[in-house]
């Protein structure tokens, strides 16, 4: 039995959670109480998380090797963050472009169905997989988030209506996702000591995964040393967000990537 | 806050070169160093050995004097405060992320094979000059920056040390422990002791290890069904059921196709009109499918075949055909008798992400002999000695507690 069949049902009970979640923010009664809203946002999640743990279940292996598998895990962590960030900073405009970003992933994966596939090549089964790539898909998720947050802080600036709020939220956000995505890195190396015999081989997919790195490094480094200046520093983030988005669909089909161990393949 | 703004202003009113040196003048000298990088690699069109021990410790025991002698004589000179400051590492950041995007873009030479060296060294970006030039730029500054913190110490500097030494250390014994990194292959054949091992260039290399292959294991997944194209010879790959594994009793539809796996055998054998259970080497897996649509019914024997064995397909018309792909290995294995030169003996299993470990060796599975699959005869191991490791991991477990500290100290703190 392949569980993707059952993928749509999941899909579009979360889709209309979160619609829901967003409907209630329109209404005018119902607009200052967050209870429903919260209620909706969480009760879309879960149904992603009960998908995603079934899947697993049916699998027999992690399910986080193909590019639909890992939008999966977006569709779950996005959500998350959003929540998160909702219950802790009120901000309605993040939670919603989380949902909406989860939505476009679900949409996304529905159109294009995963191919039905149990194999997992030797290689990677490790203790080391899971980890790794939920630490690097919730990190991805975060970063994505603090350079929407960077982006919307640009357009505030130019509207002249720009809060010391948003650098912050931006801020807290990298920092956990920076967090995390040395960590994905870090556990890649030690991983890939056991799996190929050397913990760094610069294979493309290291080398933009280390670009991603340095990217947000640098965004780090420059609102340490002047955290008055707001432009050039979400000028960065929000550029740092390009070279991610590179490392995890550009890689694919770039000239170096012929011989990569990383290519994430449909099939 | 308001000092902040003042620094800014004073920085915007500040001649080049006067000091403090700031973003204009860092970038300046890496765009310098760059240039002089891309110089040298024009003029001396070298690709740059590692350097093996002892000269490595030499090197990595210098850079590491001149850092501190740096910092402890010329502390408060300005190109020290310049060289540990935020603008000098930013600019070098920049500088290895410069490389290591022509690095990531481009073909590499040991990476993908058959690309030519060029002029520039952007087809081998880890040993050409420029990318040298960067790593000690870079280290450079995150080692005085490093050391500024660690002198006098403080214990609310812990995270930043952490990450910053950590990475210090990782990189500087990784860069110099790449010269002491020993990689080689072993081919071995069932029953056939091999004291030597082939290093990348193909050079045999007496080793202290003997390894004996008694038997190598293979376990595959059931074989897939796929839709095929025979006109171009490609595969259907797009829908759910594009790429199904085969589960005896299953069916399921596939473009317009209703496709019942009656019945399937791992091991078999073609005799006659059907498959037969075998129990002999280069039996193949094969499938009895029922296949149902508006203009065909019918119930066919298919399989993938092996090396010693044809390959069968169903022709569903004169475009379409389902054919059985070759089983994907689950796990594979050698078990080996190992022979250490002080007379240890030794019996073991390599397998995959299993590494084995003797005499400061690491020894992984590698590969086999895809043509025969699971009934191969030969195994390849790789043995790998890297005596930095301990430096290098030492430096990554740094930066993992590092990496825990930002996560729930980071933001607001100063790090």
């Known amino acids: 039995m392949n569980y993707w069949i059952y993928f749509s049902h999941y899909a579009f009970f979360a889709i209309i959670c979160w619609a829901i979640c967003m409907l209630f923010q329109i209404i005018k009664i119902k607009r200052d109480k967050t209870l429903p809203i919260i209620l909706f946002a969480v009760l879309g999640g879960f149904s992603m998380i009960a998908f995603t743990y079934n899947l697993w279940q049916n699998l027999g292996r992690p399910p986080m090797r193909t590019l639909g598998e890992t939008r999966l895990w977006y569709a779950l962590f996005l959500p998350i963050i959003g929540i998160v960030t909702f219950i802790r900073w009120k901000y309605k405009w993040l939670l919603n472009y989380s949902l909406v970003m989860a939505t476009v992933f679900l949409v996304i994966n529905y159109l294009n169905p995963d191919t039905y596939n149990k194999a997992l090549m030797p290689a990677l089964q490790s203790v080391w997989f899971v980890p790794h790539v939920l630490v690097y898909i919730f990190s991805y998720a975060l970063l994505a988030a603090s350079s929407i947050v960077a982006c919307y802080g640009l357009f505030e600036y130019y509207r002249g209506t720009y809060k010391n709020t948003i650098l ?81 669909f550009g890689v694919n089909y770039m000239p170096s990537a012929a011989q990569s161990v990383h290519t994430y393949t449909n099939a | 806050m308001r000092v902040v703004n003042f620094e ?17 003048e860092s970038f300046i000298v890496a765009a310098g160093l760059l240039l002089t990088g891309y110089l040298l690699q024009i003029t001396t069109r070298t690709s740059i050995k ?5 000269v490595n410790y030499i090197i990595g025991g210098l850079f590491i004097v001149m850092l501190l002698l740096l910092h402890f004589t010329s502390r408060t000179h300005p190109w020290v405060k310049w060289l540990r400051s ?8 920049v500088l290895v992320l410069i490389q290591a995007v022509i690095m990531g873009t481009l073909p590499q030479q040991n ?12 087809s081998f970006v880890l040993t050409s000059w420029p990318f040298i030039i960067a790593q ?8 005085l920056a490093t050391l500024n913190r660690m002198t006098p110490w403080q214990w609310k500097n812990w995270g930043f040390v952490l990450n910053h030494l950590g990475l210090f250390i990782a990189m500087t014994a990784g860069i110099l422990g790449s010269g002491d990194l020993q990689r080689y292959t072993m081919k071995l054949y069932e029953n056939q002791l091999v004291w030597g091992a082939e290093n990348e260039e193909g ?49 399921y539809d596939y473009k317009g196709y209703k496709i019942k796996i009656v019945d399937y055998i791992e091991n078999s054998k073609f005799t006659g009109n059907g498959y037969f ?86 020894v992984y599975q590698l590969s086999y002999d895809e043509k025969f699959g699971k009934w191969s005869k030969l195994s390849v191991i790789e043995l790998v000695r890297d005596p930095w490791l301990p430096i290098v991991y030492s430096g990554i477990f740094m930066m993992i507690i590092g990496a825990l500290y930002l996560i729930f100290k980071g933001r607001g703190t100063v790090i």
């Open chain 2, 203 to 251: 050079v045999m290399i007496p080793m202290p290890i003997a390894f004996e292959l008694t038997s190598f294991e293979m376990e595959t997944f059931t074989p897939k069904l796929a839709l095929a194209n025979i006109t171009n010879n490609s595969i259907e790959t797009k829908g759910v059921n594009a790429l199904r594994m085969i589960n005896k009793g299953e069916s």
């Open chain 2, 50 to 54: 590692a350097v093996s021990s002892p």
């Open chain 2, 8 to 24: 800014n202003h004073k920085v915007t009113k500040k001649k080049l070169w006067q000091y403090p040196w700031d973003y204009k």
């Open chain 2, 277 to 362: 259970p075998v129990n002999e080497e280069g039996a193949t897996p094969s499938a009895l499918i029922e296949v149902r649509s508006a203009t065909i019914d019918t119930t066919a024997w298919i399989s993938c075949g092996s090396f010693a064995t044809e390959y069968s397909y169903l022709q569903l018309n004169n475009k379409e055909a389902i054919v059985m792909l070759q089983p994907e290995a689950k796990k594979y294995s050698s078990h080996v008798n190992v022979f250490v030169k002080d007379g240890k003996n030794d019996k073991t299993v390599i397998e995959v992400n299993k590494p084995y470990k003797v005499d400061g060796w690491k």
């Open chain 1, 168 to 248: 912050q939220l931006a801020n807290n956000l990298v920092y956990v996702g920076f967090g995390f995505l040395s960590l994905g890195l870090l556990f890649g190396a030690l991983w890939a000591k056991e799996a190929w015999g050397h913990y760094w081989t610069w294979d493309p997919k290291e080398t933009w995964a280390m670009l991603t790195w340095l990217g947000y490094l640098i965004y780090i480094h420059i609102h340490y040393r002047y955290p008055e200046s707001v432009k050039p520093v979400l000028i960065t983030l929000a550029l740092a967000f390009v070279v991610l988005l590179l490392c995890w």
């Open chain 2, 136 to 143: 000690l730029y870079f280290l450079t500054t995150l080692g």
């Open chain 2, 86 to 93: 935020v603008p000098a590492s930013v600019s070098a950041i």
């Open chain 2, 111 to 122: 990476f993908v094979e058959g690309v030519e060296p060029d002029l520039f060294g952007f």
